[in-house]
């Protein structure tokens, strides 16, 4: 079975940075491309970042290059986001999952087909 948890969002100030973590259970990170993905509020979740298990593309939304890195950890079987000079419009909720297609440009999800979505972590960021 597969489980997703993530943890590590909070408060910070705008400038401000957080790493979010993700656990992973039932997947094998150096086997599976992973990726972060937000919810804002009364919109639906989309990509932040997306990585792939081996060589392939790097994915980030254009409002966060730059400033946020994705890493994974295979032997942990960990996934991270490095969120440096953050700012009000990054406040949401976070959460990481399985990737389903992961392009230049382009990330697709493999949640709630592959796996359930975790519980999320929130990030708030105070102006």
């Known amino acids: 079975r597969v489980q997703v948890v993530e943890s590590g969002g909070g408060l910070a100030q705008t400038g401000g940075s957080l790493t979010i973590s993700c656990k992973v259970y039932?997947?094998?990170?150096?086997?599976?491309?992973m990726g972060w993905f937000r919810q804002f509020p009364e919109r639906e979740r989309e990509a932040v970042s997306c990585?792939?298990?081996?060589?392939?593309?790097?994915y980030y939304v254009d409002d966060v290059k730059g400033r946020f890195t994705i890493s994974r950890d295979n032997a942990e079987n960990t996934l991270y986001l490095q969120m440096n000079n953050l700012n009000p419009e990054d406040t949401a909720m976070y959460y990481c999952?399985?990737?389903?297609?992961?392009?230049?440009?382009?990330?697709?999800?493999?949640?709630?087909?592959?796996?359930?979505w975790g519980q999320g972590t929130q990030v708030t960021v105070s102006s």
């Open positions: 999952a399985a990737v389903r297609r992961l392009a230049h440009g382009y990330c697709a999800s493999a949640a709630p087909s592959r796996h359930s």
């Open positions: 039932g997947l094998n990170l150096a086997t599976d491309s």
């Open positions: 990585i792939s298990a081996g060589s392939g593309p790097t």
